[in-house]
């Protein structure tokens, strides 16, 4: 029963639909703590080579994950 979920990436995010449905979107909430299923969750991109080279650079990712750091 953990009390924070990250998810890494939009399949990840999309797949905690089947669980409790929410509305939360990769692009648009990445890096933000959403309550859900009694929990906090936390959409992150995944950190491969290409989401760094391509979407989200090291800099922005290290953010992330520095709410998540947070929260645990």
Do not use: C
Not at 11 to 22: N, P, R, S
Not at 50 to 60: G, P
């Amino acid at each position: 029963q953990p009390k924070v979920v990250a998810t890494l990436g939009s399949v990840a995010l999309e797949a905690l639909k089947a669980i409790e449905y929410h509305q939360i979107s990769l692009k648009n909430d990445i890096g933000n703590a959403f309550d859900w299923n009694g929990r906090k969750l936390v959409p992150l991109y995944h950190p491969s080579p290409q989401v760094i080279a391509s979407h989200r650079r090291f800099d922005e990712q290290m953010q992330d994950f520095q709410t998540l750091k947070k929260l645990i």
